[in-house]
């Protein structure tokens, strides 16, 4: 398959997790890093939809106070995780850190960014709870995200 995700058996990933899921280097030679941010195990649990969309706009509006190499953090539509892309070669590891720190200024939030009907195509589908309970669900893992495979 053309699409690197779908060659992923997902019957065999640990989730959560953070693994590169691809790399381009463009005609220019600019590169575009694009990581796979599980959250929950494939085909058998998913985010609430309130929770997806209140973890894409907190953490795409939290992590672009940590790095400038964000282009997109967006969610995947099976609503088991997020792919976030970057511009510049970065690591798991580097990555891991800032998904981490990025994290953690998410709980700190009073409110979704970006919530309310102005700015977002569906402002009343948001949820700061649910949001929070899936980040420290998240966080409670740390120490083995970078573990993929069962």
């Keep these: 398959m053309k699409v690197e995700s779908f060659n992923l058996d997902h019957t065999k990933v640990d989730a959560p997790y953070i693994r ?5 280097v463009l005609p220019h030679g600019d590169v ?3 990581f796979d941010v599980r959250f929950c195990q494939p085909n058998e649990e998913h985010l609430e939809m309130t929770a997806v969309h209140s973890i894409e706009h907190s953490f795409a509006e939290c992590v672009r106070s940590l790095s400038e190499d964000v282009i997109d ?8 995780g997020f792919y976030l892309i ?6 798991v590891e580097e990555v891991k850190g800032l998904v981490l ?4 200024d998410m709980l700190d939030l009073t409110e979704v960014p970006a919530a309310n009907a102005i700015q977002c195509g569906w402002g009343a589908n948001h949820s700061l709870e649910d ?7 998240f966080l409670e893992n740390a120490d083995d995200l970078l573990v993929v495979m069962r």
């Design 131 to 137: 949001m929070r309970d899936e980040v420290h669900a």
């Design 20 to 24: 590169v899921a691809d790399r381009k």
């Design 73 to 80: 953090f967006s969610p995947m539509g099976c609503q088991t």
């Design 101 to 104: 720190a990025t994290m953690r």
């Design 32 to 34: 575009l890093t694009k």
């Design 86 to 91: 970057m511009s510049g070669d970065h690591s």
